[in-house]
């Protein structure tokens, strides 16, 4: 960065005689556009006849200046599209999480908007009044070299077969092949039905199985799924001070086994240990009374972390997928419900789809990711290959902890076919985390381009939150003291609705397990 700036100072100092002649002979094709930065508005190919410069204008901010010899109209410099900077607009992020605020959804059930109402990414006007602008000009360079840097794709693929498929095929000459079942219409009533629940289990009978056939069994059922329920959880805690329990929980605080160490039970039989991360090195709580819990085994002690995150509130949670702001976010996610919401009748909320009243007492929402993308595929192939093959950038800010982290990828990573039908495999989504689109860098990019990018992803982002906003692709379940939830974090979605936070806290606890550990346990 500092010998393009060097350079560029020494450029701009042998041109500026060339602006004042310019201005001086008033030169009718001049073009003068916004710019807040001297680094965006002077990269000049030297294979197009044209001479390009910068000036300081009224407001300190600088202007480009274009004008072209000989015959060549078309314009040598990149500038970083209008609606990219647009959507950059401070005022559409918040100010503490640093999450966007400019996605709409329904502020009970998380769902995103249909597609006659606002886009969840707002349609950026078309106008080149940029007064409002004041970036950096290290920030415009910094997103300028991005756009011309070329974004790795991290995501990993999923193994085919499970712990003892692989064993089997070392003694027997033909082995089966476990396939992921794509799943829709479930109920709470379905996954909770002990004859028909094809991911249902009970704490115990884990814990007391010697063999480790019900081991193997989940284990079968999560790569099938990527979502497992697990009841009869111990729940007992110190972290959570008495004044803020329900008698329920106070109750279960006579159990032997302790809430934390039910769940390092479970990441060690999916994935070994826990997955370090910025939220902690083993047990991380949410919950809407406190900032955090985090148990540390060095000393029992409550260690703190970031909470820069929407999930430490009482809001509903659009469908998303966890740490997409990492290059490999994890592979699961262990949610144990300690202390559900109270109950409350204070708010209903009207479906538009049916007749029903739903009222918000922090319901859990989950949806198969990949069905999801099978079904775009299905119904709109150019908007599957349009999400499959343009970069996305996540981030995730927390000024109290120093955390900045940001990771790249296609909301939908699926292994390239002619055809066309490459098997998917992960999904990395989350719009509040997911920063302004940039499109493909070309060396014919202008301001027609850059519409046309900008047009054809946000009807493609709209029909896939159309799918995630049916009904029956949604699993809504209210989730009971003890429950566990396993999640594969890329491929299943999860969310809530809202909840009162007024009387006793909503609390969760649980951990991370790393996709290649977890891929290692199948």
Known sequence: HFVGVVLLHHYL?????????????????????????????SFVSATERSIGTTIFNSHNHLEQVRFHSGSSQ????????????????????????????DVLFNPI?????????????????????????NFEESWLGTHLERWRADPSDFDLHWPTCTNEELQDSTTTTTTTTTKRVLWSNWTADLVRDKDKSPILFEYDDIVQDE??????????????????????????????????????????????????????????MIGYHPLQTLYGSGVWSTSSYSSFYNSDDSDGEAKAGSTADSAYGSTSLPLHTDMTYISNPPGVQIFLMVQPATATTSSTLSSDQDSKTITPNGQSVY???????????????????LLASTQRRYRCVDDAEGWHLE???????????????????????????RLPDLPPLSSETD???????????????????????????RLVIDLKCGDCVLVAN???????????????????????????????KW
């Open 109 to 133: 059930d998380g769902t995103p908007p249909s597609a006659d109402s606002h886009s969840a990414t707002p349609e950026q006007k078309d106008t080149h009044d940029t007064s409002a602008y």
């Open 447 to 473: 301001d027609s381009n850059f519409t046309a990018f900008y047009e054809k992803l946000l009807p493609a982002h709209e029909a896939w939150d159309n799918i995630l906003r049916r009904e029956e692709m």
């Open 407 to 433: 990771a790249c990828g296609p909301l939908i990573n699926a292994i390239q076919r002619e055809d066309g039908r490459g098997p998917i495999t992960s999904i990395r989504h989350n719009d509040l985390d």
């Open 74 to 101: 078309k314009s040598s410099t990149t500038l970083l599209p209008k609606q990219y900077l647009d959507a950059y607009d401070p005022k559409r992020f918040d100010p503490v999480t640093h999450q966007r605020n």
């Open 367 to 385: 949806l198969d990711g990949f069905a999801a993308a099978e079904q775009l595929r299905k119904e709109n192939p150019d908007a599957f290959h």
């Open 13 to 41: 100092r042998e041109q500026q005689h060339v602006v004042r002649q310019a201005k001086a002979g008033g030169v009718n094709d001049k073009k003068i556009l916004s710019a807040p930065s001297s680094i965006a508005a």
């Open 211 to 268: 063999d480790k056939r019900m081991e193997e069994r989940l284990l079968k059922a999560f790569y099938q799924y990527g979502l497992v329920l697990i009841t009869g959880t111990p729940t007992a805690t110190d972290s959570l001070p008495e004044e803020v329990m329900t008698e329920a929980t106070k109750n279960a605080t006579n159990s032997q086994e302790r809430a934390e160490d039910a769940i390092l039970h479970l990441a060690s």
């Open 490 to 520: 890329q491929r299943c979605m999860h969310g809530r609705y809202a909840f009162d936070a007024s009387s006793f806290p909503r609390v969760v606890m649980g951990c991370y397990v790393g996709m290649d550990e977890l891929g290692s």
